[in-house]
């Protein structure tokens, strides 16, 4: 997972423009992955999961890319509107239990 | 809505005090997990149940206690924490254990935990 520090690192997008969030991952065995996105004051939720199997996979306005020879994930977000102001974080899979990184900050200004 | 559930959401707690904290899910899952995320950390895993039979008990400290009465409910029992266990605690579930593609972890809206 990413490193853990007192902050979080931040992403400052223009309403419109697209977001791209990048994770690194630790475990080369993580045969799945998962972004959330969690908003102020509620709980983590689930916005798109990918294979170790697949390169890439598209949701509504989001796009998640997988490169396994650098153990990196990327979850693009087309269109940034301000209700995607959030903490997105990925998960792995690693046998039996997810690992959560630490997460970044998308502030979306207009 | 997630259709997990917690109550408090909320909690207060001197040292000396005992608390319980629930979590219900709504989706017919039979896998629950309990979660701490603290502002200095990742999201920390906890414990997990599955078919209310604890599977995992990742090294959590005694004065945190689980239970899980059926596949529905479950719960935290707090006694004699320590400030440094102030954080975010959080419920989730799904239809089966952890990480099985496509079957994803619900989360509830956690439990904001001060402990003076």
């Known amino acids: 997972g990413e490193s853990v520090g007192l902050h979080l690192p931040t992403l400052s997008v223009q309403e419109g423009d697209n977001s791209i969030i990048n994770c690194a991952y630790s475990n080369s065995a993580s045969d799945y992955f998962i972004w959330y996105k969690q908003e102020s004051g509620k709980g983590p939720q689930f916005i798109i999961d990918i294979r170790s199997n697949m390169d890439k996979r598209q949701g509504q306005r989001v796009t998640v890319l997988l490169n396994k020879t650098v153990k990196h994930l990327s979850l693009q977000i087309a269109a940034t509107q301000p209700g995607d102001s959030a903490v997105y974080f990925c998960a792995e899979k690693t046998i039996d239990k997810l690992i959560f990184g630490t997460g970044t900050r998308l502030q979306v200004f207009p | 809505e997630t259709g997990v559930t917690q109550t408090p959401r909320h909690l207060v707690m001197g040292m000396t005090n005992k608390k319980s904290l629930k979590c219900e899910q709504h989706?017919?899952?039979?896998?629950m997990y309990w979660y701490k995320q603290s502002a200095k950390k990742p999201l920390e895993l906890m414990f997990v149940?599955?078919?209310?039979?604890?599977?995992e008990n990742n090294s959590v400290p005694s004065r945190f206690s689980p239970e899980c009465p059926n596949s529905s409910h479950l719960f935290l029992h707090l006694h004699t924490l320590q400030p440094e266990d102030s954080a975010l605690y959080l419920c989730?579930?799904?239809?089966?254990?952890?990480?099985?593609?496509?079957?994803?972890?619900?989360f509830g809206p956690g439990t904001r935990l001060t402990v003076l």
């Open positions: 989706l017919g899952h039979n896998a």
């Open positions: 989730a579930s799904s239809s089966r254990l952890a990480g099985v593609f496509g079957d994803t972890q619900y």
């Open positions: 149940y599955n078919f209310k039979e604890q599977t």
